[in-house]
């Protein structure tokens, strides 16, 4: 299984930008999908978080300013990230909790990451 994230890059406070993250791979199912991120010099903190019937939720730092969305049937998870501040500025991994086929067939559950994808926000 492999998580491919794709968005981010360099973006002015206030502004907006969209995170993309589709999962591969022999993929039975997928069942919570998420945004981690990681500022410099700070430990890994959840941003949004969504389950297979939608139900999300967010770190309060977000709120009302961050949306997660996900398309089951492309098996991909969205961010969408808007009133964007200086202290969004992280690298976004996103997470998947995948059941999967292994070549054994055999199932598989795991929790899989993306590569990770430099949101910089400039004042």
């Known amino acids: 299984v492999q998580l491919q994230a794709s968005g981010g890059g360099l973006v002015q406070a206030g502004g907006s930008t969209r995170l993309s993250c589709a999962a591969s791979?022999?993929?039975?199912?997928?069942?919570?999908m998420g945004w981690v991120r990681q500022a410099p010099g700070k430990q890994r903190e959840l941003v949004a978080h969504i389950q297979s019937d939608g139900t999300a939720n967010y770190a309060d730092s977000v709120k009302g300013r961050f949306t997660i969305s996900r398309d089951n049937a492309k098996k991909t998870v969205y961010l969408q990230m808007n009133s964007l501040k200086p202290e969004d500025t992280a690298v976004y991994y996103c997470?998947?909790?995948?059941?999967?086929?292994?070549?054994?067939?055999?199932?598989?559950?795991?929790?899989?990451w993306g590569q990770g994808t430099l949101v910089t926000v400039s004042s």
């Open positions: 997470n998947a909790e995948v059941l999967a086929l292994t070549e054994s067939s055999a199932f598989e559950a795991s929790r899989s």
């Open positions: 791979g022999n993929i039975v199912r997928i069942d919570g």
